[in-house]
C-alpha cells in the first residue's frame, strides 16, 4: 500500500463536516462530558432564544450566542472527525487487503498437498493447516511449518522488495493479506477470523475501537471535575446577584460557564490521542494498545541492541597498519587482490578501503586463480600468475598458512585491535606477512547525537550485544550510550528488565526472534519486528512493520510528542479563563455596581458585545488549534526543565494574553458589523 | 525602612528562625527517632499506649487511618456536644451558666472538632470554665493533633518506598500533642502570664469604674487556653472578642508572641516536609510559593490600612490610617498582619475587628480562605492542602515535559486526581454553594446586619471561613441563626474530612508506588519555576473560582467607596 495519503483534503473536510453534524448524537456527545455539556447549555439557550422570540422582546444577541455554543459543539466534533478521517483512509486500504479469499486447507501440517480442501478464508481457524503456493495470497495470520518462500508483504509494510519466509527460526512468521512470489508454504493459522493483523490495523486507524489511555482518562476526570467546579459558580452567581439587587439573563450565565469550562482541550483532546496514533502509523509502526504509547513518552531505559541498531550489522574494514619494512601501498595493493574473490560484506569494504588508500592506482597482476573463504582455512585470498599466493585471513590462520611469525610490532598491533574489539586480519603474500587489517564495526552514522538527546530528557541507553566484555566496552564508549551489557543471553536481558523495573524505571526494548518473547513482554514497551516470530510479535505491545530498530527511539519521541500536546492545550485552556472572567463579569454585574466597569479594562464596546466576543473566541480557538492537536506541539529533545519553562512560556503565558487580545478583536469586529 | 516595616521584617526573619529547629524537632518525631524530650517523654509515652492498648508500631493503610481520624473526631465530637449540653450541671461553673442550645451546641462541637473553632457564641456568656477547659481545650490540643497526625501520614504515602502504610494514627496523634503542642503551649503560657493574661479558676470580679459605676470583669483560665488556641491554629478566643480582649492579648510583646504562635507550625511543617521525604528542596519549595503569597498579601493589608479611608479623610481633614475596629496599643499595622497572619493560616483568631478593615484587606482576608487555608494554613491541613494544589499543577502542567505526570518520582494518575478533584470540590461547595443557599432562605438572609457588597463579603467571610476550618468572622454577621449555624456545621465538617479523607486516598494510592529516580527528564518540583507554577496554579485554581463573588462583594465595595459611595 502507498504510504501517501489517497485520501484528497477536500474530500477529508467535507467528509469531517458532515461527521461533525452526524456526532451530536448524544449518545456519541455524552463519550466527551465537557462537550457534552455544551451541548446541553446550547440546547438550553436555544430554547430562552425561541421562547424570546415567541413571547418576549427579541434580542439579537442571545439567539447569536445559542447559535455559537451550538459552534463551538461542532467545532469540537469537526477535530475529532478530521483525525478519525486521517486514519479511515488508510484503514479502506488496509481493508481491501483484508478482503476474503480462496484458502488450501490441509488436514495436518505433513498432509500430502494434493489432499488440500479449498476453503473461504473466513471459514479457517487458529490451528488449521493451510498451503500457500507462488501467486497465492495468504488466508490469514499464521506461522509457516513446512517450506521456504519468497513473500511480497508491501501491503502492510510499504516495502516492495519480497522476503525470505521459512519453517523454524525467526522468520516463520506470516501477515494475512501478504502475496507468496516464488515457492511454498505450509502455514498453520494462528488468528481467528476478524483477529488478524490487519484486522486489528484497520481497528486502529480508524479510530473504532479507540480506547482512552490512562492519562487522558485522568485528565477527563479533570476535565470534569473543573466543569462541575464551574456550574457552582455560574449557578450560585444568581443567588449572589439577586441579592446584590441585579439579575443575570440565564443565557449570559450560560455564555460564562462554557467559556469557563475546559472547552477547548475538551474539544481537542480526542484528536490529539487520534493524530498520535496516527503519527506512529505513519512511521509504519503498529501500536496494540494506546496504553503502549503514552508509556513510550515515559520511557527510563531504553535496551538496544547492538548489531543493527547502534552499528551496521557487520564489521568494515577501517585501516591497515604495514608490518615494518612494508610500505602502506604494498599492504594495500595485497589486501585489495586478496579480497577479490571475497563476497562478504566485510571483503567488499577491504576492496572498498584499499581502493580509496591506493587513490586509483589499483595493482594490475594477473590472477590465475582465486581462492574463496572457507570455513577450515579461515582465509580467502588469490594466486597471482608468478605463483604468489596473497592470502588474508585470521591471525593463526595466516601464521599456519605462511609458517611465519609476525614480528613483535606487528603482534602488539594485532592484539591492540583485539583488545579495542575489532577484528584483525593478516595479509600475507608468499611467506611474508604484511601487515594488518583493522576490522571494526562501524557506529551508524548520527547514532551518538541520538544518545546525547536521549541523555537530555533522561532516557539511558543500554546497549545488549553477545560480544565480550572488552569489545562491548569499545564500542559503548565509541558508540556514546549510557550503559552496556556484553554477552548478554536473554535469560540475562530478562533480569536486567526486572531489575530495572523494581527500581521503577520504565524499559523499552525491541526484539525479534521466540527467545526474545519473554523479555518483549515484560518490557514495559516492546517493539518486536514485524519479520520476526508470532511470538515475539505476541508479546510485544508495539509492532515495527520496517523491522528498524532504531525505531524505538521515534517511538519514545511519538510518545512524548503526545503527552506535550495534551499538557500544553490543557495549560492553554485553563489559563484562557482569566480574561474570560474579565471580559464578562464587568458586563453582568454593571446593572448592580457601575463601577465595577473598572475590570473591563480591555475596553470592550458594550456588555452584549463583551458577552458575544468571549463566546466567539471560545469557539474560534478550537479551530484554531485543530492544527497544532493534529500535527502535535513542536518537540525537540531536551531536559524536562528547559521543556517546562518553554511550553510554560508559550501555553501558561501565551494561554494567559492571547484571549486578551483575541476577545478585544473579536469585539471590535462584532460591533463593525453591528453584531451586538 | 519605617519603623512599622522593620517590626514586620523581625517579625518574619523571628518566624523563620524558630520554624527551622522546630521543623527538624518534628521530622524527628514523626520518623520516631530521638529528640531532646524523649528521656522525659518517652515513658509517659509509652504508658499511654499500654492503657489504650495502642500497637504504635503497626502502620495503617489509608483505610484503617482515615477509619481511625474520623472515629477519634466523632467520639471528641460527642463527648463536647454532651459537656456544652450537660454545663448547667457539671463542675467549675462560677458564673451559673445554663445548657447550650442545641444547634448552638452542634456548631460549636463540631467547630472545635474540626480545629475551626468558629465561635457562633459568646464564651464569658455562654460557657463554664469546665466547658473551657475539659470541653475546649481538649480539642483544642486534639483537633490540631489530629491535622498534624494527617500531614504526616500523607507525607509518609509522597515519601514511602512502596509498603502502602502511612503510619499509626493513634501514635502520631499522641506524639503531636505530647512532644510539640504541650510542651510549646507550656511556654508560650508561661510568657503571655508574665505579660498580664489573665490566669485563674475563680469567678469574675466587680469593680467600680472611675465614673462610679459597676463593672462585671470575666476572668477564667486564659493563658493556658491562648497559648493553645495560637500555636494549634484554633483561635478561639477565651473572651468573645478574642486577642482584642486586654486579659487575652494585653501587650504589643504578648501580640508578637501570639502572633508567631499562630505561623510557627505551618511555617515549620514545610521543614519537617523536606526532611521527611529526603529532599530538603522540595519543603524549600512549597515554603517559597507559601511565604510568597503570605507576603503579597500581608503587604497588600498593610498597604491598605496604613493608607485609611479616603472618606473619613476629606470628613477629618487629616491623612491616616483606617483605625476603625483596631485596639490602639496595636495600631494599624500589628492588625494587620494578626489578620494577613490569621486568615492565612486557618487560626481564625483576631485582635481587631475584620469588619472595619478596608475592603481590600476583606478581600486578602477572604482569598487567604478561600483557597483553602493553603498559605502556611491549619496545622497540618495548610501543608495537606498545598499538596493538594501540588498535584493539582503537577498534572495540569506536568504533561508538558513528555512524561506522565511525577511528584517525587510517583506518577499522578486516575486515581489521584479523580482524589484530588473530590477534595478540590469542598471549597466551592462550602463557601459558594452553601452561602448561595444561605442568602436565599430569608430568615437566614435577615441575619446578615449589612446590605449591598459588605453583607455579601459578610456571608461570603462566614461561608468561607467554616469550610477554610478558619473561624473567625467579620462582625456583623448573626452567626447564632439556626440556619447559619446548621449550614455552617456542615462547611466545617466538608472543609475537614472532604479533603482529609481524600487526601490520605492520595497518600494511599502513592504509597504503593515505588518512587523512580529522578533523571533530567523527570519534572522538576523544586526550584522557583515550580514556586511560580505552585503559586499560578493556586490563583487560578483557587482564586478565579471565587472571582465573580469576590467582585460583587469586597471588589464591588472598593470601586464604590473609590466613588465616593458607603455600606
Redesign the interface.
Known amino acids: 500500500m502507498s504510504r501517501t495519503d489517497t485520501a484528497a483534503p477536500r474530500g477529508l473536510y467535507a467528509t469531517a463536516a458532515r461527521q461533525s453534524v452526524a456526532k451530536l448524537s448524544p449518545r456519541l456527545l455524552v463519550r466527551n462530558p465537557v462537550i457534552f455539556v455544551t451541548a446541553i447549555v446550547a440546547a438550553m439557550t436555544t430554547i430562552l432564544a425561541l421562547r424570546d422570540l415567541v413571547a418576549g422582546p427579541a434580542g439579537a444577541v442571545i439567539p447569536q450566542i445559542a447559535a455559537w455554543l451550538w459552534v463551538t459543539v461542532l467545532f469540537a466534533n469537526f477535530a475529532e472527525a478530521l483525525a478519525e478521517g486521517r486514519g479511515k483512509a488508510r484503514a479502506d486500504t488496509l481493508r481491501a487487503t483484508g478482503r476474503e479469499t480462496r484458502a488450501r486447507r490441509l488436514a495436518a501440517a505433513d498432509a500430502d498437498h494434493a489432499g488440500a480442501e479449498t476453503v473461504s478464508s473466513t471459514e479457517l481457524r487458529a490451528g488449521q493447516f493451510v498451503l500457500v503456493s507462488a501467486g497465492d495470497v495468504i488466508p490469514a495470520d499464521g506461522e509457516a511449518v513446512a517450506g521456504v518462500a519468497s513473500v511480497n508483504e508491501s501491503a502492510i509494510t510499504g516495502e516492495s522488495a519480497p522476503v525470505i519466509r521459512e519453517a523454524g527460526g525467526d522468520r516463520s512468521s506470516v501477515t494475512g493479506g501478504t502475496t507468496v512470489v516464488s515457492d511454498w508454504l505450509v502455514v498453520r493459522v494462528t488468528a481467528e477470523p476478524g483477529k488478524s493483523f490487519i484486522d486489528r490495523m484497520v481497528a486502529l486507524v480508524e479510530g473504532a475501537e479507540r480506547q482512552k489511555t490512562?492519562?487522558e482518562?485522568?485528565?477527563s476526570?479533570?476535565l470534569?471535575?473543573?466543569t462541575?467546579?464551574?456550574l457552582?459558580?455560574?449557578?450560585?452567581?444568581e443567588?449572589?446577584?439577586?441579592?446584590?439587587?441585579t439579575s443575570i439573563p440565564a443565557a449570559f450565565l450560560a455564555a460564562?460557564f462554557v467559556t469557563l469550562i475546559p472547552t477547548t482541550i475538551g474539544g481537542l483532546l480526542s484528536a490529539i490521542g487520534i493524530a498520535g496514533m496516527d503519527r506512529l502509523v505513519k512511521a509504519n509502526v503498529i501500536a496494540k494498545s494506546g496504553r503502549a504509547v503514552?508509556a513510550a513518552?515515559?520511557v527510563?531505559v531504553l535496551l538496544l541492541d547492538k548489531t543493527g541498531t547502534i552499528t551496521f550489522g557487520n564489521r568494515m574494514a577501517d585501516a591497515v597498519l604495514p608490518a615494518p619494512g612494508v610500505s602502506e601501498a604494498r599492504l594495500a595493493q595485497a589486501a585489495w587482490l586478496a579480497s577479490q574473490a571475497d563476497d562478504t560484506p566485510e571483503g567488499k569494504s577491504i576492496v572498498a578501503l584499499s581502493a580509496r588508500l591506493l587513490g586509483g592506482d589499483l595493482p594490475h597482476a594477473a590472477i590465475a586463480r582465486h581462492v574463496a573463504f572457507s570455513a577450515q582455512t579461515r582465509l580467502s585470498g588469490v594466486d597471482l600468475d608468478g605463483g604468489a599466493q596473497v592470502r588474508k585471513g585470521a591471525a593463526d590462520a595466516i601464521m599456519g598458512h605462511t609458517g611465519t611469525e609476525p614480528g613483535a610490532i606487528l603482534a602488539a598491533n594485532v592484539e591492540n585491535i583485539a583488545r579495542a574489539g575489532g577484528t584483525p586480519l593478516l595479509v600475507s603474500q608468499g611467506t611474508e606477512i604484511l601487515g594488518v587489517i583493522h576490522l571494526k564495526d562501524i557506529i551508524k552514522p548520527g547514532v551518538r547525537e541520538r544518545f546525547a538527546q536521549l541523555?537530555?530528557?533522561?532516557?539511558?541507553t543500554v546497549m545488549i550485544t553477545g560480544d565480550n566484555p572488552l569489545t562491548a566496552a569499545a564500542i559503548a564508549a565509541e558508540a556514546g550510550v549510557d550503559d552496556f551489557m556484553a554477552e548478554a543471553t536473554p535469560e540475562a536481558k530478562l533480569e536486567r528488565i526486572r531489575a530495572e523495573q523494581?527500581?521503577?524505571?520504565?524499559v523499552a526494548m525491541c526484539g525479534d526472534g521466540s527467545k526474545d518473547a519473554p523479555a518483549l513482554a515484560q518490557a514495559d514497551v516492546g517493539v518486536a519486528m514485524n519479520s520476526g516470530t508470532q511470538a515475539a510479535k505476541e508479546a510485544g505491545n508495539l509492532i515495527d512493520l520496517d523491522s528498524d530498530p532504531t525505531k524505538l527511539i521515534e517511538i519514545v519521541m511519538v510518545?512524548?510528542?503526545l503527552?506535550?500536546s495534551?499538557?500544553?492545550l490543557?495549560?492553554f485552556s485553563?489559563?484562557n479563563?482569566?480574561a474570560k472572567?474579565f471580559a464578562i463579569?464587568p458586563a453582568?454585574?454593571l446593572g448592580?455596581?457601575?463601577?465595577?466597569a473598572?475590570?473591563n479594562f480591555m475596553g470592550l464596546s458594550s456588555p452584549e458585545s463583551a458577552i458575544l466576543s468571549a463566546v466567539i473566541f471560545n469557539a474560534l480557538v478550537i479551530v484554531a488549534l485543530i492544527p497544532l492537536a493534529l500535527r502535535g506541539v513542536r518537540?525537540a529533545p531536551a531536559?524536562?526543565?528547559a521543556?517546562?519553562?518553554n511550553?510554560?512560556l508559550v501555553?501558561?503565558l501565551g494561554g494567559l494574553v492571547a484571549p486578551f487580545l483575541g476577545i478585544k478583536a473579536i469585539d471590535m469586529i462584532v460591533v463593525a458589523l453591528n453584531l451586538a | 525602612m519605617s519603623p512599622d516595616i522593620l517590626g514586620l521584617v523581625v517579625f518574619l526573619v523571628a518566624l523563620v528562625a524558630l520554624a527551622l529547629p522546630l521543623g527538624r524537632h518534628m521530622a524527628r518525631v514523626y520518623c520516631n527517632e530521638r529528640t531532646l524530650l524523649t528521656p522525659v517523654l518517652a515513658p509517659v509515652e509509652g504508658a499511654i499506649y499500654r492503657i489504650a492498648g495502642i500497637r504504635a508500631g503497626e502502620g495503617q493503610s489509608w483505610r484503617a487511618y482515615a477509619a481511625a481520624v474520623i472515629a477519634f473526631n466523632a467520639a471528641g465530637f460527642v463527648v463536647l456536644y454532651a459537656i456544652l449540653r450537660l454545663q448547667g450541671v457539671l463542675p467549675w461553673n462560677p458564673a451559673g451558666i445554663g445548657p447550650m442550645a442545641p444547634d448552638l451546641a452542634f456548631n460549636t462541637a463540631v467547630s472545635f472538632t474540626t480545629n475551626t473553632n468558629w465561635q457562633a457564641y459568646s464564651g464569658e456568656a455562654q460557657l463554664s470554665h469546665f466547658s473551657q477547659m475539659v470541653g475546649l481545650t481538649v480539642q483544642n490540643f486534639v483537633s490540631a493533633g489530629t491535622g498534624m497526625a494527617v500531614a504526616a501520614a500523607v507525607i509518609r504515602g509522597f515519601a514511602c518506598r512502596g509498603d502502602g502504610r502511612l503510619g499509626n494514627f493513634w501514635a502520631d496523634l499522641t506524639r503531636s500533642v505530647l512532644y510539640v503542642l504541650l510542651p510549646l503551649s507550656i511556654v508560650v503560657a508561661l510568657i503571655l502570664a508574665g505579660q498580664g493574661v489573665v490566669q485563674t479558676l475563680s469567678g469574675p470580679v466587680t469593680a467600680a469604674t472611675l465614673e462610679g459605676a459597676e463593672q462585671v470583669i470575666a476572668r477564667g483560665p486564659a493563658a493556658s487556653q491562648v497559648a493553645i488556641k495560637q500555636l494549634g491554629t484554633n483561635g478561639g478566643g477565651f473572651f468573645g472578642v478574642n486577642s482584642a480582649h486586654p486579659l487575652e492579648n494585653p501587650t504589643v510583646v504578648s501580640n508578637m508572641v501570639q502572633a508567631l504562635c499562630i505561623l510557627l507550625i505551618p511555617v515549620a511543617f514545610c521543614v519537617t516536609y523536606g526532611r521527611m521525604v529526603g529532599d530538603r528542596r522540595q519543603g524549600a519549595a512549597l515554603f517559597a510559593a507559601m511565604g510568597i503569597l503570605f507576603v503579597a498579601g500581608l503587604a497588600l493589608v498593610t498597604w491598605s490600612e496604613a493608607a485609611g479611608n479616603p472618606l473619613v479623610a476629606q470628613v477629618a481633614g487629616t491623612d491616616g490610617p483606617n483605625l476603625e475596629g483596631k485596639e490602639m496599643r496595636f495600631g494599624a499595622t500589628l492588625s494587620a498582619l494578626w489578620g494577613a497572619a490569621t486568615t492565612a493560616a486557618s487560626n481564625g483568631s483576631v485582635n481587631a475587628m475584620h469588619d472595619s478593615f478596608m475592603p481590600l484587606s476583606g478581600l486578602v482576608f477572604l482569598v487567604n480562605m478561600m483557597i483553602g487555608e493553603v498559605i502556611f494554613g491549619g496545622v497540618g491541613a495548610g501543608l495537606y492542602g498545598m499538596l493538594l494544589y501540588v498535584v493539582l499543577a503537577v498534572f495540569l502542567a506536568g504533561l508538558m515535559v513528555g512524561r506522565t505526570p511525577e511528584y517525587l518520582g510517583k506518577k499522578i494518575e486516575a486515581k489521584e486526581v479523580s482524589l484530588a478533584v473530590l477534595a478540590f470540590l469542598s471549597m466551592p461547595l462550602g463557601i459558594l454553594v452553601l452561602a448561595a443557599v444561605s442568602v436565599l432562605v430569608p430568615q437566614a438572609l435577615a441575619a446578615v446586619q449589612e446590605v449591598g457588597p459588605h453583607g455579601l463579603s459578610e456571608v461570603l467571610y462566614a461561608y468561607a471561613s467554616a469550610t477554610g476550618n478558619n473561624g473567625s468572622a467579620f462582625a456583623g454577621f448573626g452567626a447564632a441563626d439556626p440556619v447559619h449555624t446548621t449550614l455552617q456545621g456542615i462547611a466545617m465538617l466538608l472543609g475537614r474530612y472532604a479533603i482529609i479523607v481524600p487526601m490520605l486516598g492520595i497518600a494511599g494510592a502513592l504509597a504503593v508506588k515505588v518512587p523512580a529516580a529522578p533523571t533530567a527528564g523527570s519534572f522538576p518540583t523544586h526550584g522557583p519555576l515550580f514556586v511560580v507554577l505552585l503559586i499560578v496554579t493556586v490563583a487560578i485554581l483557587g482564586g478565579l473560582t471565587f472571582f465573580p463573588a469576590l467582585a460583587l462583594g469586597p471588589l464591588a465595595e472598593q470601586v464604590s467607596l473609590s466613588a465616593g459611595t458607603t455600606f
Open positions: 490512562p492519562n482518562i485522568a485528565l476526570i479533570l470534569t471535575g473543573l462541575l467546579i464551574f457552582f459558580v455560574v449557578v450560585t452567581l443567588p449572589f446577584a439577586r441579592y446584590s439587587g460564562l503514552e513518552g515515559d527510563d541523555r537530555a530528557m533522561g532516557v539511558r523494581q527500581e521503577g524505571r520504565l510518545g512524548k510528542q503527552l506535550i495534551r499538557g500544553a490543557t495549560t485553563i489559563a479563563d482569566a472572567y463579569l453582568l454585574f448592580a455596581y457601575p463601577g465595577l473598572a475590570l518537540y531536559s524536562a526543565s521543556l517546562l519553562r511550553n510554560l501555553y501558561g
